[in-house]
């Protein structure tokens, strides 16, 4: 059991594959070359998604985008032991992880391009839409494992959140409720170590975030968020543990976002390149690579496949996306309301009035 | 660094100052009956040994923030128990004029910030007055006392964390009486001992027997020295029992009247520390009358006061609520 064996007191990192690809033996999860190369693959796209996002957004054609470079093992491990009847309730650093877990790329894209079709989930994928307002959403996700726990279908359910959603009040009442009802909860935070510009020691003075579950009496572990394996193996016990009925855990995945924070911000303001340049040598992605290179499990001709083949995945996916046609304006005043209040079907008639006459102008 | 043992002159203070609030709150609850009380009356009977040790550190100039359940705040602070009595008689002599009641009364002479209707409400009043503290560079603490049930609400969180971080001189006291109305602590959360909450904000969690007035002088004095070197916030949970209802007609059918007793015979904090006081010689039968009965003419003095106040008039109603004129 990593949650007993690794106190986060003592800062006590779970870490199995090493920056340089060399795998731990006495800790290897039971996964195989071949479901380390899917993953692989996986982690590719995400890659390759979100550098053409970025461009797209410089393009026009998408809106703000944040971005997931640097954290793809997270997202692809933490969701590997997942099962389709398991929630996903995510902020909006996870399309990776939405996207595993079955929200197709096309969707995804028209997200980020603006059409509230984008959460529009398929039925039977279990993902909640993206939640902009940072923390607010751990607390759907308790209510979701709740009723899971109430219906017994054996579900569970994941929230992914960043370091700075921690110091949010609703944060801890949904850690605090999770607790007390045992709900079947995995509290995944993806420490990037920044909130935008604000560096994770001047967001809280407790050492470690895996730590603050002693606060709620459930485990909490750190994990190297830069390594699958060790995500992978964190993870499934945490996602058996709330299946099994032994309730919530908290997994701190120690990582960092190599990107800006969104398409609208600079990092170079707040960190210097030698940090970046540090942490690109820790790439998730690179010590992967390195260890199915040993195995002979990597080539290079493999990885010419791969970025084709992924390439073509993810422009597919965002060229569907566009031809998707733009939602009518009145769609703002929908969705909100099942009737619409007064108020809105006054703007929305405002608004109408204001195209005729740009139209007839 | 050690906490000096406290004077019998400080001694005397705080006893009758643990009697001030007993005997204020009996009162009040009588005055309640006799329908002179506007409003919900929350009594702090059983927990006079949190405030009165810990305010015993403090000066008019340092701040304390309170809850519902405010009055032994108020006075363990120095408040004017006859401006208080009227408040919440509703008569315009009243600390909030007669217009604001048990839950609303402040006092900014005295450092006390104000009683709170809002469970946490608090948090970000005491935290905003150490950031001041800190600010001005005045040495000024602030002590932010709250129940059980209020940790298990945001505003406790955000500010703890970030009273952590900035080193704030806060000295966050949970009154620990295991109870949130009527719900008992364990069916809201899963960690009973609130102080080991502290490892989640990087700051030491300290646990005391609240019903012990000088343990708690003692960890209250090291918590806010500590404050005062600018070493930041501590976490001090005072286990403690509040010995009548949650408010004033609450028939407590969640709590066996043998639990009740045990803490009201066995652990009473004005016992205790009489006791203390009896055994180092710094009590005699005779002072302890006089304590009693110099409190007791004060309230009376208070009920007097209240009674032969004014009530405000109607057309104080828009007054007071902004810091201009709406009327
Ligand atoms: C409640 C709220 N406050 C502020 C913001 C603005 N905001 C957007 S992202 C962000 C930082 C969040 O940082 P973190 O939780 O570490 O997640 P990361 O972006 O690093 O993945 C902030 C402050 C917001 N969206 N919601
Ligand atoms: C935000 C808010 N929610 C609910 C209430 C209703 N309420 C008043 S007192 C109380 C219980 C508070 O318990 P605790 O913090 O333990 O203090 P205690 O009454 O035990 O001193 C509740 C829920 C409130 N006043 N404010």
Same mark, same amino acid.
């Given at each position: 059991?990593? @949650?007993?064996?690794?106190?986060?007191?003592?800062?006590?990192?779970?870490?199995?594959?090493?920056?340089?690809?060399?795998?731990?033996?006495?800790?290897?999860? !039971?996964?195989? !070359?071949?479901?380390?190369?899917?993953?692989?693959?996986?982690?590719?796209?995400?890659?390759?998604?979100?550098? =053409?996002?970025?461009?797209?957004?410089?393009?026009?054609?998408?809106?703000?985008?944040?971005?997931?470079?640097?954290?793809?093992?997270?997202? @692809?491990? #933490?969701?590997?032991?997942?099962?389709?009847?398991?929630?996903?309730?995510?902020?909006?650093?996870?399309?990776?992880?939405?996207?595993?877990?079955?929200?197709?790329?096309?969707?995804?894209?028209?997200?980020?391009?603006?059409?509230?079709?984008?959460?529009?989930?398929?039925?039977?994928?279990?993902?909640?839409?993206?939640?902009?307002?940072?923390?607010?959403?751990?607390?759907? @996700?308790?209510?979701?494992?709740?009723?899971? =726990?109430?219906?017994?279908?054996?579900?569970?359910?994941?929230?992914?959140?960043?370091?700075?959603?921690?110091?949010?009040?609703?944060?801890?009442?949904?850690?605090?409720?999770?607790?007390?009802?045992?709900?079947?909860?995995?509290?995944?935070?993806?420490?990037?170590?920044?909130?935008?510009?604000?560096?994770?020691?001047?967001?809280?003075?407790?050492?470690?975030?895996?730590?603050?579950?002693?606060?709620?009496?459930?485990?909490?572990?750190?994990?190297?968020?830069?390594?699958?394996?060790?995500?992978?193996?964190?993870?499934?016990?945490?996602?058996?543990?709330?299946?099994?009925?032994?309730?919530? #855990?908290?997994?701190?995945?120690?990582?960092?976002?190599?990107?800006?924070?969104?398409?609208? /911000?600079?990092?170079?303001?707040?960190?210097?390149?030698?940090?970046?340049?540090?942490?690109?040598?820790?790439?998730?992605?690179?010590?992967?690579?390195?260890?199915?290179?040993?195995?002979?499990?990597?080539?290079?001709?493999?990885?010419?496949?791969?970025?084709?083949?992924?390439?073509?995945?993810?422009?597919?996916?965002?060229?569907?996306?566009?031809?998707?046609?733009?939602?009518?304006?009145?769609?703002?005043?929908?969705?909100?309301?099942?009737?619409?209040?007064?108020?809105?079907?006054?703007?929305?008639?405002?608004?109408?009035? $204001?195209?005729?006459?740009?139209?007839?102008? | 660094?050690?906490?000096?043992?406290?004077?019998?002159?400080?001694?005397?203070?705080?006893?009758?100052?643990?009697?001030?609030?007993?005997?204020?709150?009996?009162?009040?609850?009588?005055?309640?009956?006799?329908? =002179?009380?506007?409003? $919900?009356?929350?009594?702090?009977?059983?927990?006079?040994?949190?405030?009165?040790?810990?305010?015993?550190?403090?000066?008019?100039?340092?701040?304390?923030? #309170?809850?519902?359940?405010?009055?032994?705040?108020?006075?363990?602070?120095?408040?004017?128990? #006859?401006?208080?009595?009227?408040?919440?008689?509703?008569?315009?002599?009243?600390?909030?004029?007669?217009?604001?009641?048990?839950?609303?009364?402040?006092?900014?002479?005295?450092?006390?910030?104000?009683?709170?209707?809002?469970?946490?409400?608090?948090?970000?009043?005491?935290?905003?007055?150490?950031?001041?503290?800190?600010?001005?560079?005045?040495?000024?603490?602030?002590?932010?006392?709250?129940?059980?049930?209020?940790?298990?609400?945001?505003?406790?969180?955000?500010?703890?964390?970030?009273?952590?971080?900035?080193?704030?001189?806060?000295?966050?006291?949970?009154?620990?009486?295991?109870?949130?109305?009527?719900?008992?602590?364990?069916?809201?959360?899963?960690?009973?001992?609130?102080?080991?909450?502290?490892? $989640?904000?990087?700051?030491?969690?300290?646990?005391? !027997?609240?019903?012990?007035?000088?343990?708690?002088?003692?960890?209250?004095?090291?918590?806010?020295?500590?404050?005062?070197?600018?070493?930041?916030?501590?976490?001090?949970?005072?286990?403690?029992?509040?010995?009548?209802?949650?408010?004033?007609?609450?028939?407590?059918?969640?709590?066996?009247?043998?639990?009740? $007793?045990?803490?009201?015979?066995?652990?009473?904090?004005? =016992?205790?520390?009489?006791?203390?006081?009896?055994?180092?010689?710094?009590?005699?039968?005779?002072?302890?009358? /006089?304590?009693?009965?110099?409190?007791?003419?004060?309230?009376?003095?208070?009920?007097?006061?209240?009674?032969?106040?004014?009530?405000?008039?109607?057309?104080?109603?828009?007054?007071?609520?902004?810091?201009?004129?709406?009327?």
């Amino acid at each position: 059991m990593f @949650a007993d064996r690794y106190d986060p007191l003592q800062d006590e990192m779970v870490s199995i594959l090493t920056p340089d690809g060399c795998c731990d033996e006495t800790l290897r999860p !039971d996964l195989d !070359d071949e479901q380390i190369r899917t993953m692989y693959r996986q982690m590719l796209t995400m890659r390759l998604y979100d550098r =053409k996002a970025v461009s797209m957004q410089r393009q026009g054609r998408f809106g703000t985008y944040a971005q997931m470079e640097g954290q793809e093992a997270c997202m @692809a491990a #933490s969701t590997y032991p997942l099962e389709p009847r398991d929630w996903i309730v995510s902020s909006y650093r996870e399309t990776g992880a939405m996207w595993m877990h079955g929200v197709p790329l096309k969707l995804l894209s028209l997200y980020w391009m603006g059409n509230e079709f984008g959460s529009h989930m398929p039925d039977g994928v279990n993902v909640l839409p993206v939640s902009i307002p940072v923390g607010s959403h751990p607390l759907h @996700a308790v209510g979701l494992a709740y009723a899971g =726990k109430y219906r017994q279908d054996g579900s569970v359910a994941v929230t992914y959140f960043g370091d700075g959603a921690t110091s949010e009040g609703d944060v801890h009442e949904a850690m605090n409720l999770a607790g007390v009802y045992e709900a079947p909860c995995v509290f995944f935070c993806q420490n990037n170590q920044y909130a935008i510009s604000v560096p994770v020691r001047e967001q809280t003075a407790s050492p470690t975030i895996a730590q603050k579950a002693l606060a709620y009496g459930f485990p909490g572990v750190l994990v190297d968020g830069n390594d699958i394996m060790a995500v992978y193996a964190v993870m499934q016990e945490a996602v058996e543990r709330a299946r099994r009925g032994g309730g919530p #855990s908290l997994i701190e995945a120690y990582t960092y976002r190599l990107g800006a924070h969104t398409t609208a /911000d600079d990092p170079t303001k707040y960190r210097d390149d030698a940090e970046v340049e540090f942490w690109r040598s820790r790439d998730p992605l690179l010590r992967v690579q390195k260890y199915l290179h040993a195995r002979g499990a990597w080539s290079e001709d493999w990885e010419h496949e791969l970025l084709e083949a992924c390439t073509g995945e993810v422009e597919q996916a965002m060229n569907d996306a566009e031809a998707v046609p733009q939602p009518p304006p009145q769609d703002m005043f929908r969705y909100m309301f099942a009737e619409p209040s007064a108020a809105l079907r006054e703007q929305e008639a405002a608004l109408l009035a $204001a195209l005729q006459v740009q139209q007839k102008g | 660094m050690p906490v000096e043992a406290p004077s019998a002159e400080k001694l005397l203070d705080m006893y009758a100052r643990m009697w001030r609030i007993r005997l204020f709150e009996e009162q009040a609850e009588y005055q309640s009956s006799q329908g =002179k009380v506007m409003g $919900a009356l929350h009594t702090y009977i059983g927990e006079e040994g949190v405030a009165v040790p810990a305010c015993a550190h403090l000066q008019d100039t340092d701040y304390i923030t #309170s809850t519902h359940r405010g009055h032994g705040h108020c006075i363990a602070k120095g408040a004017d128990i #006859s401006r208080m009595m009227a408040e919440l008689f509703g008569r315009s002599t009243g600390y909030c004029k007669g217009k604001g009641g048990s839950m609303h009364i402040a006092d900014f002479q005295v450092g006390m910030l104000g009683a709170n209707g809002i469970v946490a409400g608090g948090f970000g009043i005491a935290t905003g007055a150490g950031l001041a503290a800190q600010l001005r560079g005045s040495g000024q603490v602030a002590v932010c006392f709250f129940g059980d049930g209020a940790a298990n609400r945001g505003p406790f969180h955000e500010n703890i964390n970030i009273g952590a971080v900035w080193k704030l001189p806060v000295v966050y006291v949970c009154e620990n009486n295991q109870f949130a109305q009527w719900t008992p602590q364990k069916d809201v959360t899963l960690v009973t001992d609130i102080a080991n909450m502290s490892p $989640a904000y990087g700051i030491p969690g300290v646990q005391v !027997d609240g019903m012990d007035p000088l343990a708690v002088y003692e960890a209250a004095g090291e918590a806010i020295a500590r404050a005062r070197r600018g070493e930041g916030p501590t976490l001090l949970e005072c286990k403690t029992y509040r010995f009548h209802g949650h408010n004033f007609g609450d028939p407590q059918q969640y709590r066996t009247r043998e639990e009740i $007793a045990e803490w009201s015979d066995n652990r009473d904090p004005i =016992k205790q520390l009489a006791a203390h006081m009896r055994d180092a010689g710094i009590l005699s039968d005779e002072q302890d009358a /006089d304590i009693q009965n110099t409190v007791q003419e004060e309230i009376t003095a208070a009920v007097r006061f209240a009674e032969s106040s004014p009530y405000p008039t109607p057309d104080e109603l828009y007054k007071d609520v902004y810091s201009y004129d709406i009327g």
